[in-house]
């Protein structure tokens, strides 16, 4: 958050110029320093690139006459004045001034074209039953998914063509500012006003606002494996956001949900249950239905079962890789809330024996 141009520090000095020197000399002062500083020679030297961002600014001022006259008369509160902004890094610096190095740095192109970009990965919570937690199946859901603009086919740009980066930002869509405050100059991140913010350069496609992306909505169809329990996560490869210029597209996220069943529980590998036995077949044995995640079973209810006593009905639990689980119903006795004569009170309490 510190000026590159110190409030002590003469812009003339940085350059090494007299306050009276020529365009043509500060010129001259600036190409020397600059290349002497340019980030290309001084790969070794990261200080290198700060003192390129600083007789860069120091030239930038100088070279204008305007701000030049600001200066003069009010040093750098009277060129921030006039609403310069100053660079915000060397690359900046160097997109400014590029033109003066074209023939002296071959290797890096004047105007960078975008490069890939990757689709981000997107996350969504689906919902699903108890039985297709159980034994699998299939699910699908509407998702909002970005996909890539077909007006400009992913490149931002109005008709399609490479999108190329902005120089002056470099890509980032901001300038970093510096602004006076309280005494000090501190660095504000605004707009690069070059690209309006998109980062690059050129009209921007009006279908996506130059994102190259629009959202679409999509059918996904899960498949849910068995014995899947909340929280786990299925990831489905290459159907997330839509990668730009060649970039991989994300993946989705599905976080499951498995919702709560009215009848069934589930206990590790095994489905609890409960089931309601009338008070005969409770005594005397008998044949129930028993509602299963594969649908009705019947059950053998042996003679004399009491309530809470649990019976097992083999394989009808969680589908399991080499296993399946099992199914454990609890019997609820049913006593009729009958009145009984008092002959048939009798009756029943020789038969039952107290
Ligand atoms: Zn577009
Ligand atoms: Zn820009």
Do not use: W
């Amino acid at each position: 958050m510190t000026s590159t141009v110190p409030m002590n520090e003469s812009l003339y000095d940085i350059l090494g110029v007299g306050k009276d020197a020529t365009e043509k000399e500060i010129q001259r002062a600036f190409r020397k320093l600059a290349l002497k500083f340019h980030p290309d020679r001084n790969k070794e030297d990261p200080s290198a690139s700060e003192k390129f961002k600083k007789v860069s600014e120091a030239y930038d001022i100088l070279k204008d006459p305007e701000k030049r006259k600001a200066y003069d008369a009010g040093g750098m509160s009277g060129v921030y004045g006039t609403g310069y902004e100053g660079f915000a890094d060397s690359e900046a610096a160097y997109a400014q001034f590029g033109d003066l190095f074209a023939d002296l740095f071959g290797n890096r192109p004047r105007t960078r074209r975008a490069g890939p970009v990757a689709g981000q990965d997107l996350r969504f919570v689906l919902t699903v039953d108890f039985r297709s937690s159980a034994i699998g199946g299939k699910s699908s859901f509407e998702a909002p998914i970005p996909s890539v603009c077909g007006d400009c086919r992913g490149s931002g740009a109005l008709g399609g063509g490479p999108s190329q980066v902005c120089e002056v930002c470099g890509g980032s869509g901001q300038i970093a500012r510096q602004s006076a405050e309280r005494g000090g100059y501190f660095t504000v991140a605004s707009p690069c006003s070059a690209c309006r913010g998109t980062g690059f350069k050129g009209e921007s496609c009006r279908k996506c606002n130059g994102q190259g992306r629009i959202e679409t909505t999509r059918t996904i169809t899960v498949t849910i494996p068995a014995g899947i329990e909340s929280g786990q996560v299925l990831r489905l490869r290459g159907q997330g956001q839509a990668g730009l210029r060649g970039g991989v597209q994300g993946d989705l996220l599905i976080e499951i949900k498995v919702a709560k069943d009215p009848v069934f529980q589930r206990d590790g590998r095994n489905i609890r249950s409960n089931i309601h036995v009338p008070l005969v077949t409770a005594l005397l044995g008998g044949k129930i239905e028993v509602e299963t995640v594969r649908g009705s079973v019947t059950m053998t209810v042996p003679a004399g079962t009491s309530s809470d006593q649990v019976l097992r009905i083999r394989g009808q639990g969680i589908q399991a890789k080499s296993t399946q689980g099992d199914h454990l119903v609890r019997i609820v006795v049913d006593v009729p809330k009958k009145a009984f004569t008092d002959e048939e009170q009798r009756q029943l309490r020789n038969q039952l024996g107290s």
